[in-house]
């Protein structure tokens, strides 16, 4: 796979924000295979494209927006509970991204602060990492979800990475060391709003029009895999590779 970005410079990052869904978990298609079961009721099919739009926002503003594009006959709170229902039955089923383990076990071990920033709402997070807490376990209890007080406006808003930060101790002043992983496009704006060195891991499905070629331009580095990250770029140790 290709590095679509390398770093201009190296930093001292002094923690790491993790999104969750799409980027530590793979479960963007079973978000895919619950909302297209539920468009296919209405005859409907629901395309990569606005799947794409979706990834990152807060569910209820991925709900909204599912429902105007699609132009189906539901509320947004019928379709959240109908897609809860389906979401109970798949998430146990996700498991670790390729080189996910591997990497957030190795910053662990180095003593990088590290921290999970997710849309996701705490119970389908617990749904989620329930059978994955040799991943989860290494976080600690800096875990933020979507549902926090103190988020006001989700992704591209920065309040979530913010809250992050905040759970981990840091100050203002160590905004412009943290470094966000993300695979969505309105993450990667949140990092970026948060101003923060975002590291975008993007899906290959993704279209590569010029508005995403720019936003590539302003990530720390653009890549398609946890497996190509070079812990040296952030100031870590290299990982000992098979």
């Known amino acids: 796979m290709p590095i679509l970005k390398h770093p201009e410079t190296v930093i001292q990052a002094t923690h790491v924000l993790f999104d969750m869904d799409g980027l530590l978990l793979n479960t963007e298609h079973l978000y895919w295979v619950a909302s297209n079961t539920i468009a296919q009721r209405f005859g409907k099919t629901y395309e990569w494209t606005l799947k794409a739009k979706l990834m990152g926002l807060r569910e209820d503003d991925a709900a909204e927006l599912f429902i105007k594009e699609m132009d189906i006959p539901?509320?947004?709170?019928?379709?959240?509970?109908?897609?809860?229902?389906?979401?109970a039955e798949l998430f146990p089923n996700c498991v670790p991204l390729p080189g996910v383990v591997e990497f957030v076990s190795h910053l662990h071990n180095v003593g990088m602060p590290m921290a999970v920033c997710t849309s996701s709402h705490r119970k389908p997070f617990e749904l989620k990492s329930a059978h994955n807490q040799h991943l989860f376990k290494l976080f600690r209890e800096n875990i933020t979800t979507g549902d926090d007080p103190s988020i006001r406006k989700g992704k591209p808003a920065p309040d979530l990475f913010l809250a992050?930060?905040?759970?981990?101790?840091?100050?203002?002043?160590?905004i412009a060391t943290a470094v966000v992983f993300e695979d969505a496009i309105s993450g990667v704006q949140a990092g970026l709003n948060a101003g923060m060195h975002v590291v975008w891991v993007r899906d290959a499905r993704l279209q590569r029009g010029a508005a995403e070629i720019e936003l590539e331009s302003k990530c720390f580095a653009v890549l398609e895999s946890m497996t190509e990250f070079d812990p040296e770029w952030i100031g870590v140790s290299p990982m000992l590779r098979n």
């Open 74 to 87: 539901m509320t947004a709170a019928e379709f959240l509970v109908e897609r809860k229902r389906l979401h």
């Open 164 to 174: 992050g930060h905040k759970q981990l101790g840091r100050s203002e002043a160590d």
